[in-house]
């Protein structure tokens, strides 16, 4: 299961921190990442851990987002900084485990100019 938590209402210029919180049997997870989604649109990457430890960002957030990760207490973060209003959408936390995909709920993220 994946909880996500820290969204809100940020100012433009400003920054934010989501979290995903983790349950279960976490051995298997192989893979970690953000979405976002605007209304009527598919999701899509935002940001990603990917083999031998490196991370993805998306261009659209390249140099402004941030990937953490605590494998003891199994939580993923997303450091959101340089705020822009066209950041504002709803994020998701997103993990494999084996072959099987989990999402969380959803954080809306809210910007405003």
């Known amino acids: 299961q994946l909880v996500e938590s820290g969204g809100g209402l940020g100012q433009a210029g400003g920054s934010l921190r989501l979290s995903c919180a983790a349950s279960?049997?976490?051995?298997?997870?192989?893979?970690l990442a953000w979405y976002r989604q605007y209304p009527g649109k598919a999701r899509e990457l935002v940001a990603a851990?990917?083999?031998?430890?490196?991370?993805y960002n998306a261009d659209s957030v390249k140099g402004r987002f941030a990937l953490d990760r605590d494998k003891e207490k199994n939580t993923m973060d997303l450091q959101l900084n340089v705020l822009k209003v066209e950041d504002t959408a709803v994020y998701y936390c997103?993990?494999?485990?084996?072959?099987?995909?989990?999402w969380g709920q959803g954080t809306r993220v809210t910007v405003s100019s």
């Open positions: 279960g049997d976490t051995t298997c997870i192989s893979a």
């Open positions: 851990f990917t083999g031998g430890g490196g991370t």
């Open positions: 997103n993990a494999w485990c084996d072959t099987t995909e989990y």
